[in-house]
């Protein structure tokens, strides 16, 4: 067995997925910073955006980054849970029935335009989100050591859209949207497209070997009892705020400390910070309240009270 890995490897992990990404999607450093942070802390991702600003191409760029299994689903009104999942099929040969694997049983899996497909479809990815297993037909079924899911949707007050149940969007450990680039990086994205698109030509800078080994060094990285106790008095906040019906659960608390734990790994320091926790706290935790009805109507959001509450509590020196 070789040597275990360190802080300043993975950090070079790290610099190589990320300029490789950014290589092909412009204009979006931070976003990618989020999404491979909650790649390593073992999460799930959720893109949310008008058309056309690169959510699919974000994902797949990820995908091809990586040399692992790639699958991607469609999200359409007809699709079906076996869709996702897979079926039996009898054999008549061997009088069995033999399972057919889904699309889930995959390393990365795009789950694109998440929101067009019926509540009870996009439910049957919650277990495989949860517990990297499926159980069909009373068979419980492991998924593989690497599995994460990238969901893209559009936003809820375009036709032909189904909000995320509560369940499914406490499933995803952030919601990032990636608005319009600047003007000079629409001009990039014109001339990398003059002749093929950029993603022809993107290959693999890592494996799954040295994306596990990252993982395992997580645990390592410090978080004092000051930042933890930090984490826990901004989610706390969240169930006693004005117009919120239901606030973060201990699941974003989990979610916060993971990702800052890699953004300390990417920022070659070994210890999470405040400025880790501020820089998260949004992206993991906004998408998970549910405001009643007159907080929504006055024009409040997930967002606006985070940061209210953020402003509200002093960080740790």
Not at 81 to 95: E, R, T
Not at 113 to 119: F, G, W
Not at 264 to 271: C, N, P, Q, R
Not at 294 to 306: A, D, L, T, Y
Request: net charge negative; aromatic share 6%.
């Amino acid at each position: 067995m070789g040597n275990p890995i360190t802080v300043m490897e993975s950090q070079q992990i790290y610099k190589n997925l990320h300029n490789n990404i950014s290589s092909v999607i412009k204009g979006q450093s931070h976003s990618i910073r989020l999404m491979l942070a909650v790649l390593f802390a073992d999460g799930h991702v959720l893109l949310e955006d008008v058309p056309g600003t690169g959510k699919t191409t974000l994902a797949k760029a990820l995908a091809r980054s990586i040399n692992a299994k790639y699958q991607r689903i469609q999200f359409t009104p007809d699709l079906l849970p076996s869709d996702i999942l897979g079926v039996s099929i009898f054999d008549q040969g061997s009088k069995q029935f033999n399972f057919h694997q889904g699309p889930v049983f995959t390393n990365i899996l795009l789950a694109d335009e998440i929101n067009r497909a019926s509540p009870r479809t996009q439910s049957a990815l919650l277990e495989a989100m949860a517990e990297s297993q499926v159980s069909i037909e009373g068979n419980l079924h492991k998924l593989n050591d690497l599995f994460f899911v990238i969901a893209t949707q559009n936003p809820v007050e375009f036709h032909g859209t189904y909000p995320l149940p509560e369940a499914q969007m406490d499933r995803f450990t952030v919601r990032l949207t990636l608005g319009y680039v600047s003007q000079d990086d629409e001009a990039d994205i014109l001339a990398q497209q003059n002749n093929h698109h950029p993603l022809e030509n993107l290959g693999a800078c890592i494996n799954i070997g040295e994306l596990l080994e990252f993982k395992s060094l997580l645990p390592s990285v410090r978080m004092s009892d000051d930042i933890k106790n930090y984490v826990i008095n901004i989610v706390r906040a969240t169930r006693e705020s004005d117009g919120v019906m239901i606030g973060a659960s201990p699941r974003a608390s989990i979610a916060l400390m993971k990702t800052a734990q890699a953004l300390a790994i990417f920022d070659g320091t070994g210890f999470v910070s405040p400025d880790h926790i501020q820089e998260l706290a949004v992206p993991v935790i906004a998408h998970r309240l549910i405001l009643d009805s007159q907080s929504r109507f006055s024009g409040n959001s997930g967002r606006k009270v985070i940061k209210n509450i953020m402003e509200s509590i002093p960080a740790p020196v």
